[in-house]
């Protein structure tokens, strides 16, 4: 029997999961899918590591709460695989609040303590939580494994973690936490096989995703990030403002009566590059639109994003590495060439030409900054936390 770990990666648009073999030192991917709740039957879909498909089905939408659909997951998988032993689910878990700063086995204190943290991320945190407890009551047996987004980012120290708020705040873990962190530590994994010689330098890694934030590394740690408390702060997003001056939620609540969770709405489902643009929160949709709020909202993602950029260069003292990851970060070339014209004056100098390409190194000759892009890969990097866990046992 081959031992094996199925992944399940809930974001806010999409849930991906992928079953690894972990008898090797590395994991092996055996098969991929995805939950796709969008369509009006929600459906599932596992393809081979090639991209071959393998199975899919589709649930009315009566029946079709993702609870259903892990459990016609683990139909599949003990079916067409018979020859695994499934010897643990990982999840990636968005907050893992002040207390854990690595993967955890989930216990039902520590399933706990994660609920209780909804609120930081009210967009996420049910649904990494909400499979736990579906597997939980389908194989009691199994363990589950939490890895965090947090995690990568507990090397972040004062001031960048800080708030500037009365100190009783941060006593009560009222801090800049950061996210994106599997996706983060998988990037600066691959920058380190690709180009050795740079890990020791500054490098920013730009995760543009349906989410987006920037993380500053130093010698491959966290040093800042751009998201703090929540998933809130920071960039523009597909339904997220970013950044905002907190003046604005006290008038929206003063003389705009609107209630807390009026303002929760608007900031998390709202706001972003679908508010901006009125259209959708869908980057293509956006670049392949002729109206102009469209554009306007693709502007705004660029201008941020090069504004936060500069601020993890301030961090850093400098900048040598930029590499972009993510939906957006992997797949939007006129995004990276418009976000490296804009830092021309950092010493960002994108090729044309590889830029097209978007394999490794999109820098040219001039370039002071090494520009790379590199599709991130959150379920391995959970996979070789679950294998470490389950070693260690
Ligand atoms: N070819 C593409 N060109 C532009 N944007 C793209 C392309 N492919 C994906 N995207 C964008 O990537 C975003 C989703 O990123 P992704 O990292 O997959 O999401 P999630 O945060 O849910 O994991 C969407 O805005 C989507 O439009
Ligand atoms: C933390 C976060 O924003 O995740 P995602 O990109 O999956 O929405
Ligand atoms: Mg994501």
């Given at each position: 029997?081959?031992?094996s770990?199925?992944?399940?990666?809930?974001?806010?648009?999409?849930?991906k999961?992928?079953?690894f073999?972990?008898?090797?030192?590395?994991?092996?991917?055996?098969c991929k899918?995805?939950?796709?709740?969008?369509e009006?039957?929600?459906?599932?879909?596992v393809?081979?590591?090639?991209g071959?498909?393998?199975?899919?089905?589709?649930?009315e939408a009566?029946?079709a709460?993702?609870?259903?659909?892990f459990a016609?997951?683990l139909d599949?998988?003990?079916?067409r695989?018979a020859d695994h032993?499934l010897r643990a689910?990982?999840?990636?878990?968005?907050?893992?609040?002040?207390d854990?700063?690595?993967?955890?086995?989930?216990t039902?204190?520590v399933?706990?303590?994660?609920?209780?943290?909804?609120?930081?991320?009210?967009?996420?945190?049910?649904?990494?939580?909400?499979?736990?407890?579906?597997?939980?009551a389908i194989?009691?047996?199994?363990?589950q494994?939490?890895?965090?987004?947090?995690?990568?980012?507990?090397?972040?120290?004062?001031?960048?973690?800080?708030?500037?708020?009365?100190?009783?705040?941060?006593?009560?873990g009222?801090r800049?936490?950061?996210?994106?962190g599997?996706?983060?530590e998988?990037v600066?994994?691959?920058?380190?096989?690709?180009?050795?010689?740079?890990?020791?330098?500054?490098t920013?890694?730009?995760?543009?995703?349906?989410?987006a934030?920037l993380?500053?590394?130093?010698?491959?740690?966290?040093?800042?990030t751009?998201?703090?408390?929540?998933p809130?702060?920071?960039?523009?997003?597909?339904?997220?403002s970013g950044?905002?001056d907190?003046?604005?939620?006290?008038?929206?609540q003063?003389h705009?009566?609107?209630?807390?969770?009026?303002?929760?709405?608007?900031?998390?489902?709202?706001?972003?590059l679908?508010g901006?643009?009125?259209?959708s929160a869908?980057m293509?949709v956006?670049?392949?639109?002729?109206e102009?709020?469209?554009?306007?909202?693709?502007d705004?993602?660029?201008?941020?994003?090069?504004q936060e950029?500069?601020?993890?260069?301030?961090?850093?003292?400098g900048?040598?590495?930029?590499?972009?990851?993510?939906?957006?970060?992997e797949?939007a070339?006129?995004?990276?060439?418009?976000i490296g014209?804009?830092?021309?004056?950092?010493?960002?100098h994108?090729d044309?030409g590889?830029?097209?390409?978007?394999?490794?190194?999109?820098?040219?000759?001039?370039?002071t900054?090494?520009?790379?892009v590199?599709?991130t890969n959150e379920?391995?990097?959970?996979?070789?936390?679950?294998?470490?866990?389950?070693?260690?046992?």
């Amino acid at each position: 029997m081959t031992a094996s770990v199925l992944v399940l990666n809930s974001g806010s648009s999409s849930i991906k999961f992928g079953l690894f073999d972990i008898a090797a030192a590395e994991p092996a991917l055996v098969c991929k899918g995805l939950l796709d709740e969008h369509e009006a039957k929600p459906r599932l879909v596992v393809r081979s590591p090639e991209g071959g498909d393998l199975f899919e089905t589709r649930r009315e939408a009566s029946d079709a709460d993702s609870g259903h659909l892990f459990a016609d997951v683990l139909d599949f998988i003990e079916e067409r695989f018979a020859d695994h032993r499934l010897r643990a689910v990982g999840h990636r878990i968005v907050h893992g609040g002040p207390d854990y700063s690595g993967p955890v086995e989930l216990t039902d204190d520590v399933y706990a303590k994660l609920d209780a943290l909804t609120p930081l991320a009210p967009l996420h945190q049910p649904r990494c939580l909400e499979p736990v407890r579906t597997i939980r009551a389908i194989k009691p047996d199994l363990a589950q494994i939490a890895c965090f987004d947090t995690a990568f980012h507990h090397s972040m120290a004062a001031p960048a973690s800080r708030f500037a708020l009365p100190r009783r705040y941060e006593e009560r873990g009222i801090r800049r936490y950061g996210f994106h962190g599997l996706s983060f530590e998988y990037v600066a994994g691959r920058l380190a096989k690709i180009a050795p010689q740079l890990v020791a330098k500054r490098t920013v890694i730009a995760h543009l995703g349906n989410g987006a934030s920037l993380c500053a590394l130093r010698d491959g740690r966290s040093v800042d990030t751009t998201m703090g408390l929540t998933p809130l702060d920071g960039l523009v997003m597909g339904t997220r403002s970013g950044t905002i001056d907190p003046g604005v939620l006290l008038y929206l609540q003063q003389h705009e009566n609107m209630s807390v969770g009026d303002v929760q709405h608007l900031l998390y489902h709202e706001s972003g590059l679908l508010g901006v643009s009125g259209i959708s929160a869908d980057m293509r949709v956006l670049l392949a639109s002729r109206e102009a709020a469209a554009r306007e909202a693709v502007d705004l993602f660029v201008f941020r994003t090069v504004q936060e950029i500069a601020v993890m260069a301030a961090s850093l003292g400098g900048l040598d590495c930029l590499v972009f990851t993510g939906g957006i970060g992997e797949h939007a070339k006129e995004i990276r060439a418009a976000i490296g014209e804009q830092l021309g004056w950092l010493g960002v100098h994108i090729d044309a030409g590889a830029n097209d390409a978007a394999r490794d190194r999109i820098s040219g000759g001039g370039s002071t900054v090494n520009v790379f892009v590199i599709p991130t890969n959150e379920e391995l990097t959970i996979a070789r936390h679950c294998a470490a866990v389950l070693r260690a046992k």
